[in-house]
């Protein structure tokens, strides 16, 4: 009786029909597939790596181009760059390093919404200007440094140090021909006696106080100081020895913005009367 190859794949004689050459077969045909796609796998790979083009040169394949243009356009939007104009736009700036802070806040989609810098908020469309230069861009009436108010200072600048804030005080006294309030972390003893002296400093006027934004928050959270007075404030973007700025060092950029929302927005905002913002001291950029 012959055998149903089928059921139990039996020859006529009762024999175990091989399978070998079968299985054989399929496995020689999977490991050619493996080795093709092995062989292709460099070629692929080729599309993000460095290659060298014909001039002898290295750089990058179409799409390693493409990949390598899109991270640079996103560092150059945090750091507040508008490459379509090939430099830094202040209201461009500001609101990267609004985005940042209130990612590391996790703030709501409402809170992130209080500050949508505008570009009338600024005095100039430049965030390049030296600090040196500035004078010369204060001359309408209300930002003159001739008379100081009855309170508090007409402009201020803020800096992200007191380090910085000393520099900046020295660099004001040459080209601006006039002597700030100093607002930071100086003068010996307790930082409550410190802010009591800056108090009573402000409440007799100045045209110009340079501050860290830490202490200026301080005094005006404590009622110490009010910015009634203030007509303009200069955000100073100087860089330090590790690349930071006011804008970009966390601690600083934290009450930068919590300065502008508790106590100058609403005057920031103002379309006439209000407090005009200006960035200077931005470190130029190229493409």
Same mark, same amino acid.
């Given at each position: #009786?012959g055998?149903?190859?089928?059921?139990?794949?039996?020859?006529?004689d009762?024999?175990?029909?091989?399978l070998?050459p079968?299985?054989?077969?399929?496995?020689g045909?999977? /490991? =050619?597939?493996?080795? %093709?796609?092995?062989?292709?796998?460099p070629?692929?790979? #080729? %599309?993000g790596?460095?290659?060298e083009?014909?001039d002898?040169d290295?750089?990058?394949? $179409?799409e390693g %181009?493409?990949k390598?243009?899109?991270?640079?356009r996103?560092r150059?939007q945090?750091?507040?760059?508008?490459?379509?104009?090939?430099g830094r736009?202040?209201s461009?700036l500001l609101?990267? =390093?609004?985005?940042?802070?209130?990612?590391?806040?996790?703030l709501?989609?409402i809170?992130?919404?209080?500050?949508?810098?505008?570009p009338?908020?600024? #005095?100039?469309?430049?965030? =390049?200007c030296p600090?040196?230069?500035?004078p010369?861009?204060l001359?309408?009436?209300?930002?003159? #440094? =001739?008379?100081?108010?009855?309170?508090?200072a007409?402009?201020?600048?803020?800096s992200?140090?007191?380090?910085?804030v000393?520099?900046?005080?020295?660099e004001?006294?040459?080209?601006?021909?006039?002597k700030p309030v100093?607002?930071a972390?100086?003068?010996?003893?307790?930082k409550? !006696?410190?802010?009591a002296?800056?108090?009573e400093?402000?409440?007799?006027?100045a045209?110009v106080?340079?501050?860290? $934004?830490?202490?200026l928050?301080?005094?005006?959270?404590?009622d110490h100081?009010?910015?009634r007075?203030?007509?303009?404030?200069v955000?100073?973007?100087? /860089?330090?020895r590790k690349?930071?700025d006011?804008?970009?060092?966390?601690?600083?950029? /934290?009450d930068?913005?919590a300065?502008?929302?508790r106590?100058?927005l609403k005057r920031?905002k103002?379309?006439?009367?209000?407090?005009r913002?200006?960035?200077?001291?931005?470190?130029?950029?190229? !493409?």
């Open positions: #009786m055998a149903v190859k089928g059921q139990d794949d039996l020859d006529v009762g024999n175990w029909e091989p070998e079968l299985r054989s077969e399929a496995f045909q999977k /490991r =050619s597939e493996k080795k %093709k796609r092995k062989l292709a796998a070629e692929q790979s #080729m %599309k790596m460095a290659v083009d014909d002898g290295q750089g990058l394949a $179409p %181009k493409a390598s243009k899109r991270k640079k996103r150059l945090m750091e507040g760059v508008n490459p379509a104009a090939g736009n202040p461009d609101a990267a =390093s609004w985005a940042a802070e209130a990612k590391s806040l996790s709501s989609t809170e992130v919404g209080e500050v949508v810098p505008e009338n908020w600024f #005095m100039s469309r430049s965030s =390049s600090l040196s230069k500035l010369s861009t001359r309408k009436p209300e930002f003159s #440094m =001739s008379e100081s108010p009855s309170s508090g007409s402009v201020i600048v803020l992200a140090s007191t380090e910085r000393f520099e900046v005080v020295a004001i006294e040459s080209s601006w021909k006039t100093v607002l972390a100086h003068g010996g003893g307790r409550k !006696d410190q802010i002296r800056q108090a400093a402000l409440k007799r006027g045209a106080a340079v501050a860290t $934004p830490g202490r928050l301080r005094l005006l959270d404590g100081a009010s910015l007075e203030t007509n303009l404030v955000i100073e973007l100087t /860089r330090d690349n930071r006011v804008l970009t060092l966390p601690e600083t950029r /934290r930068v913005f300065l502008l929302r106590h100058a920031v103002a379309e006439s009367g209000g407090i913002l200006l960035l200077c001291g931005a470190a130029a950029t190229t !493409d």
